[in-house]
Nanobody, 121 residues
Framework: QVQLVESGGGLVQPGGSLRLSCVAS????????MGWYRQAPGKQRELVAA???????NYADAVKGRFTISRDDAKNTVYLQMNSLKFEDTDVYYC???????????????WGRGILVTVSS
């Protein structure tokens, strides 16, 4: 089984910063990408940022220039540095892992339970 554990969320004032972390553990044969999504109540989950095993990154337009995604392959960990936070960044943030659990398995998405980020004055 694969487990993803997110940390680093919480309450922050507008203009402030937070750093999210997500550690992947379990039976992982190969990681292809890791990323962060967010979802507000009643809305679809949307991509925030993703990073491939080769280091390519992709960001939602709404966070470009403010958020930075990075990863530590040795620790199977992905980070999301969030700066200049805005009210509209308030959401539940979910960690995503695209991986294979063994050589014969297909590529699958695995999700964390989500962590709340609240931007409020």
């Amino acid at each position: 089984q694969v487990q993803l554990v997110e940390s680093g969320g919480g309450l922050v004032q507008p203009g402030g910063s937070l750093r999210l972390s997500c550690v992947a553990s379990g039976s992982i044969f190969r990681v292809y990408a890791m990323g962060w999504y967010r979802q507000a109540p009643g809305k679809q989950r949307e991509l925030v940022a993703a990073i491939t095993s080769g280091g390519s990154t992709n960001y939602a337009d709404a966070v470009k220039g403010r958020f930075t995604i990075s990863r530590d392959d040795a620790k199977n960990t992905v980070y999301l540095q969030m700066n200049s936070l805005k009210f509209e960044d308030t959401d539940v943030y979910y960690c995503d892992l695209v991986a294979r659990t063994w050589v014969g398995a297909g590529t699958m998405d695995y999700w964390g339970r989500g962590i709340l980020v609240t931007v409020s004055s």
